[in-house]
């Protein structure tokens, strides 16, 4: 599956995912660290937030634009919901995934998974 193609949908099939890791554009704007095996970035074309996540087989949109996705950080700061992401019980705290998941859909957030 072309490059171009795989842009172009929400969700991708995680087959691709190393080709699209060894194949990143010069073009995308990266959100954190570019070397990371788990990407936040912007598609300067259509302003989409992606999230690229090689580890866990994840491509997918997760907001239409960057202000969308700063305004949902920022909530999520401000209101002390990331202060326990750090923490060993935060994988198991479903109460706090609900918690951000809501702030997140507050901001436009389509993403299909949650982290």
């Known amino acids: 599956m072309p ?6 949908s929400n969700s991708l099939d995680c087959g691709v995912l190393s080709d699209i ?12 660290d570019e070397n990371a095996p788990c990407q936040y970035w912007v598609d300067p074309e ?4 992606w999230l690229t996540d090689v580890e866990c087989d994840i491509h997918e949109v997760r907001w239409d634009n ?6 949902a950080t920022a909530d999520c700061y401000e209101s002390g919901r990331y202060d326990e992401v750090e923490s060993k019980d935060f994988w198991d705290n ?3 995934h609900s918690s951000i998941l809501e702030v997140w859909r507050k901001y436009g957030y389509r993403g299909e998974y949650f982290w």
Do not use: A, G, H
Request: no cysteine; charged share 25%.
């Open 3 to 8: 490059l171009e193609f795989s842009l172009q």
């Open 21 to 32: 890791w060894e194949d990143w554009s010069e073009n995308r704007i990266y959100i954190f």
């Open 46 to 49: 259509t302003s989409n937030v």
């Open 66 to 71: 960057l202000s969308d996705f700063i305004m």
């Open 94 to 96: 479903k109460s706090l």
